[in-house]
């Protein structure tokens, strides 16, 4: 009987040493595995659900996304030529520059007319303290639109041009 108490004690307590490890190790599992598939559905199903809602409204954002685009006014500055500067002992040198400047609108030339001589006054003092090497390559062509570009942008305040545009360069 001893025996008998004993297995059943020895039974009974592996039973309940391995018994609450394996219990406690499937509680834990199943809420765990339980969340971690929920989470995963969730996931799923809102990716669907976004990615029904993006294919369904792109024509409707298409549309309304497309407004139509004024297309931009270009107006004709008058030929300038101006003496670049230059050592004393060197011979002069001359640019030619025909301008163009691109404007926003149809609209804008009527306001940029009126300031015209602030324009190429503004254009003409500063061309004239150029060198021959400032105009050397893209890098120097691109100073030079960008300088024309703020030039005009302070004399035709609060206006604004879009760009100034180069119709012929000729640095003798």
Do not use: C
Not at 49 to 56: C, I, R, S, Y
Not at 107 to 118: G, L
């Amino acid at each position: 009987m001893a025996n008998k108490n004993k297995n059943a004690a020895g039974d009974t307590d592996g039973e309940q040493s391995a018994g609450p490890s394996v219990k406690a190790a499937a509680k834990t599992r199943f809420p765990r595995n339980a969340i971690i598939i929920a989470v995963a559905a969730v996931v799923v199903l809102a990716g669907g659900t976004g990615a029904v809602f993006m294919l369904k409204n792109k024509p409707q954002a298409a549309a309304v996304a497309a407004p139509v685009a004024k297309p931009p006014a270009f107006l004709d500055l008058p030929d300038t030529l101006v003496n670049l500067a230059n050592a004393g002992g060197e011979r002069p040198q001359y640019l030619k520059v025909k301008i163009v400047l691109e404007l926003p609108d149809s609209a804008m030339v009527q306001q940029v007319q009126p300031v015209m001589p602030r324009v190429m006054d503004s254009f003409q003092t500063y061309l004239r303290e150029l060198r021959p090497t400032d105009l050397d390559g893209s890098a120097g062509l691109y100073r030079l639109k960008e300088e024309l570009t703020r030039r005009v942008n302070y004399a035709i305040a609060p206006s604004r041009v879009n760009a100034v545009l180069f119709k012929e360069i000729v640095v003798q």
